[in-house]
């Protein structure tokens, strides 16, 4: 038994010896879109090889059945390459003397469709030999767009997103916490090689540069993101800021109203209610120059609104009418505006 398969052996050293053999092996090569595949196929002849050397290059393309398609050859001393039309000028052979024995090609400016199967075909009679290469063309990851989706507040619940624009499938993603030193929260671990993190009521803990790199067989691209997981009092002040719209809003059409009615009334009564008009006329002004107060006040304090800060407002409006009315009371000293346009709201 071991006696046949060494002559079994000696016999295929013997017959290596003897005739054409392409000494590279059959390979799958994985390339980038743009990049150049070098497809090697190097032989060795032997003496007994007489005939004139013949060497062509086959494709047949992964998708459709169409018969190999002959994409580059020589044949008689000369190279001819004006075979297949999607890779014209874009295979090559990439030595100068192709008797020494290198029938290597390389094929530029890879497209996707340059996947398949290319074949090496070296014929010098009686000596024949072929290989295979599989080529497959790959698009790598880029464009990623990181970013937060959701409000980045404490205790709340939002994402990190982590996005390629194009890249051929798999795609490998890989987070990682930059910033402070600091190393990414132990609940987000098990996320860190997905394209989406999940964070759950959130600390501040999670503040800080993130980066997220994705990558495929041919290459990999990388994205940054800040995140700053900040109380939530920024969004009462907004909400501050509604209220106060809102209120405002509600006093100039309460301020327009009221004018409109006391023009009516000074018509209705011009002659009796001579009197009565003078003590109209500060309540307006009065009114007015609380709200601008008001607001002056609140522009001050937004930066540090929070809810207790609002409850206070009601207070502070209230202390600063009785405080201008003060001001005011030379001029009006018989009856308090506020309760007069009360009043007069009411009839
Ligand atoms: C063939 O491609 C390889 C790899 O890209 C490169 O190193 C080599 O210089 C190219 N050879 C020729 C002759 O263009
Ligand atoms: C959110 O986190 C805080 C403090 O870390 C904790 O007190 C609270 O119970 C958590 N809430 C939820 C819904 O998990």
Redo the contacts with the bound molecule.
């Keep these: 038994m071991g006696l046949l398969l060494l002559f079994l052996l000696l016999c295929g050293v013997a017959d290596f010896a003897r005739s054409l053999s392409i000494t590279t092996p059959d390979q799958m090569i994985e390339k980038a879109k743009g990049e150049t595949a070098y497809m090697p196929c190097k032989f060795t002849l032997s003496p007994e090889d007489h005939g004139p050397l013949d060497i062509e290059w086959l494709l047949s393309p992964p998708d459709n059945q169409q018969v190999d398609q002959v994409i580059i050859l020589y044949s008689g001393d000369k190279i001819y390459d004006d075979y297949y039309p999607d890779l014209k000028g874009r295979v090559h052979f990439t030595s100068s003397d192709l008797k020494s024995g290198d029938a290597s090609i390389n094929v530029t400016n890879l497209q996707l469709s340059d996947t398949g199967t290319y074949q090496c075909k070296v014929k010098k009679a009686p000596g024949v030999g072929n290989k295979k290469i599989q080529l497959k063309v790959l698009v790598k990851p880029s464009g990623i767009r990181c970013y937060v989706d959701g409000s980045e507040e404490?205790?709340n619940d939002f994402k990190l997103k982590c996005e390629p624009k194009e890249g051929s499938l798999p795609l490998e993603y890989a987070w990682q916490k930059l910033s402070n030193a600091q190393k990414m929260p132990t609940s987000l671990i098990a996320e860190m090689t997905s394209p989406i993190i999940s964070v759950?009521?959130a600390?501040t803990e999670y503040s800080g540069t993130y980066s997220c790199t994705v990558s495929n067989r041919v290459g990999s691209d990388q994205c940054l993101l800040r995140l700053d997981v900040v109380p939530p009092s920024n969004r009462a002040g907004t909400i501050a800021g509604a209220i106060i719209g809102t209120l405002l809003a509600l006093v100039l059409i309460g301020l327009i109203i009221f004018c409109c009615h006391k023009k009516r009334r000074e018509k209705k009564y011009e002659k009796e209610v001579h009197h009565d008009i003078r003590e109209d006329v500060p309540p307006p002004k009065s009114r007015t120059s609380t709200a601008r107060s008001y607001i002056g006040s609140n522009h001050s304090s937004l930066g540090s609104m929070s809810p207790s800060n609002m409850e206070g407002y009601s207070k502070t409006q209230y202390n600063q009418v009785p405080s201008e009315d003060f001001e005011r009371a030379p001029q009006s000293p018989t009856l308090p505006p506020t309760k007069g346009s009360i009043e007069r709201k009411g009839a």
């Design positions: 404490i205790g759950k009521n600390t």
